[in-house]
Nanobody
Framework: QVQLVESGGGLVQPGGSLRLSCAAS??????MGWYRQAPGKERELVAT???????TYADSVKDRFTISRDNAKNTVYLQMNSLKPEDTAVYYC??????????WGQGTQVTVSS
């Protein structure tokens, strides 16, 4: 089993920044990523990063968000800049173990509002 613990969510004004963290424990993980779900909407991909550092981003967050990871700490980060009200959502961390089984974190709320 892989346990994922997210942190770093909160309330921020439009144009502000937040940094999310997700620490994985239990087993080594391969690909990691962030997803988000706004009220009344489906969960969507935000960004992913492979163990080797290859990244992908949703078009809506390109040039504003940066995903990174520290393999020694089994931790993935999401630096979010120039936040917009439409970024408001519960952000979930997802990771795959070496058997390519997916695991999810409990989610952390991000609210962008003045």
């Amino acid at each position: 089993q892989v346990q994922l613990v997210e942190s770093g969510g909160g309330l921020v004004q439009p144009g502000g920044s937040l940094r999310l963290s997700c620490a994985a424990s239990g087993k080594m993980v391969s690909d990691m990523g962030w997803y988000r779900q706004a009220p009344g909407k489906e969960r969507e991909l935000v960004a992913t990063v492979t163990r080797g550092g290859r990244t992908t981003y949703a078009d809506s967050v390109k040039d504003r968000f940066t995903i990174s990871r520290d393999n020694a700490k089994n931790t993935v980060y999401l630096q979010m800049n120039s936040l917009k009200p439409e970024d408001t959502a519960v952000y979930y961390c997802k990771a795959y173990d070496i058997l390519i089984r997916p695991f999810w974190g409990q989610g952390t709320q991000v609210t962008v509002s003045s």
